[in-house]
């Protein structure tokens, strides 16, 4: 069974850091592009930043760049987001999704993700 399980949310103070991480099961992600995606109460679901399969190729929405950055892992972890200078705006559920095109162009399109995690929950207070 092919499963994403993210990790490494919490509750902070704006300023603050968090790395966020992604667990892969039942699949091997190493040639599929990953993104992360969050969203927040009462808003739809937004891209925050993807990575081609090779890590060379990164993306980010405007809102966080220079702020947060997504780097590939190993098999098990195929992807990680470290989050800095946390701003309260930045509250939301995160998920990662990978997209099992092989070798496929990035894409920010969250329909064009196939797996999905369950989403970790990130708090930010000003």
């Known amino acids: 069974q092919v499963q994403l399980v993210e990790s490494g949310g919490g509750s902070v103070q704006a300023g603050d850091s968090l790395r966020l991480s992604c667990a892969a099961t039942?699949?091997?992600?190493?040639?599929?592009?990953m993104g992360w995606f969050r969203q927040a109460p009462g808003k739809e679901r937004e891209f925050v930043a993807a990575?081609?399969?090779?890590?060379?190729?990164?993306y980010y929405a405007d809102s966080v760049k220079g702020r947060f950055t997504i780097s590939r892992g190993n098999a098990k972890n195929p992807v990680y987001l470290q989050m800095n200078s946390l701003k309260p705006e930045d509250t939301a559920v995160y998920f990662c999704?990978?997209?099992?095109?092989?070798?496929?162009?990035?894409?920010?399109?969250?329909?064009?993700?196939?797996?999905w995690g369950q989403g970790t929950q990130v708090t930010v207070s000003s």
């Open positions: 999704a990978a997209d099992r095109n092989d070798m496929a162009a990035v894409t920010t399109a969250s329909h064009e993700y196939d797996y």
């Open positions: 039942g699949r091997t992600f190493s040639r599929y592009n």
């Open positions: 990575v081609s399969w090779t890590g060379h190729s990164t």
